[in-house]
């Protein structure tokens, strides 16, 4: 892994080439970042997060984390001292249109007089704490016969083997994996499998690559199914965030 090192939480926009990234780091100060263009992920050791433009990444203070954007993306930080969210692990919030407007005003500050960045601010805040989580994490397994099996599924997204068929492949039994899900990861093996499936869908839609390609690609069994779990995971279809 790169050496790590503390970053100041800045407030800010910075433009990321399609592939590009920021090595791990951590900062002394918490700090929602977001997408305003392209789709970006955050990973931290506990797992990662791919949030489209309708997601924001909240991340506390000293978490180490690293950054990765698929397709030309706009990152936008915003650093706070306070925790209007009261979390101290990192989460993915709803963005509404209004949201999206305040984040990419506030960290555009040459724009804004100092009166008016206070105002955004308090705005801003007032917004965070209304907005809602939503589940675009991918949790990292820490059993190695837990990881063997998520990293066939990591390698292939469309391997549609069952958890028992996996087992057999790694050397478990299918209630052994069954279990380590419920501990480890929080959720069952299939919420995983689609939770991964639509990481790496919108990393595909980001990379210029059409829908029917993605839905294929992820394992879905056909386009339309692939665009009602992306609608009701995202709030829009993958035609829009491909647009």
């Not at 506990?46 to 991340?59: E, L, Y």
């Not at 601010?121 to 589940?135: E, G, I, N, T």
Request: proline share 7%; hydrophobic share 35%.
């Amino acid at each position: 892994m790169p050496e790590t090192r503390q970053r100041p939480a800045s407030t800010g926009h910075q433009p990321i080439q399609a592939g590009g990234g920021i090595d791990p780091h951590w900062h002394d100060r918490n700090q929602i970042v977001y997408a305003g263009r392209g789709v970006l992920s955050v990973t931290t050791d506990a797992g990662s997060w791919v949030a489209p433009g309708t997601r924001a990444i909240w991340i506390p203070a000293g978490t180490l984390h690293q950054h990765r954007a698929y397709g030309e993306t706009s990152l936008h930080t915003v650093g706070l001292e306070e925790n209007p969210l009261d979390l101290d692990a990192p989460s993915a919030l709803v963005v509404s249109p209004l949201l999206r407007e305040l984040i990419l005003a506030y960290t555009d500050p040459a724009e804004n007089q100092p009166d008016e960045t206070q105002r955004l601010r308090a705005v801003l805040l007032d917004q965070l704490r209304r907005s809602p989580q939503r589940p675009t994490y991918l949790p990292t397994p820490r059993d190695a016969r837990l990881a063997a099996a998520c990293d066939v599924l990591r390698e292939d997204p469309a391997d549609a083997r069952t958890l028992t068929e996996l087992g057999r492949a790694v050397g478990a039994s299918e209630r052994t994996l069954s279990r380590l899900c419920k501990v480890e990861l929080g959720m069952t093996f299939p919420q995983w499998r689609t939770q991964l499936r639509l990481h790496e869908a919108l990393r595909l839609l980001a990379e210029g690559n059409s829908v029917t390609q993605v839905a294929h690609a992820c394992g879905w069994a056909s386009t339309s199914a692939f665009i009602d779990t992306f609608r009701r995971a995202f709030g829009h279809t993958p035609g829009s965030r491909r647009a």
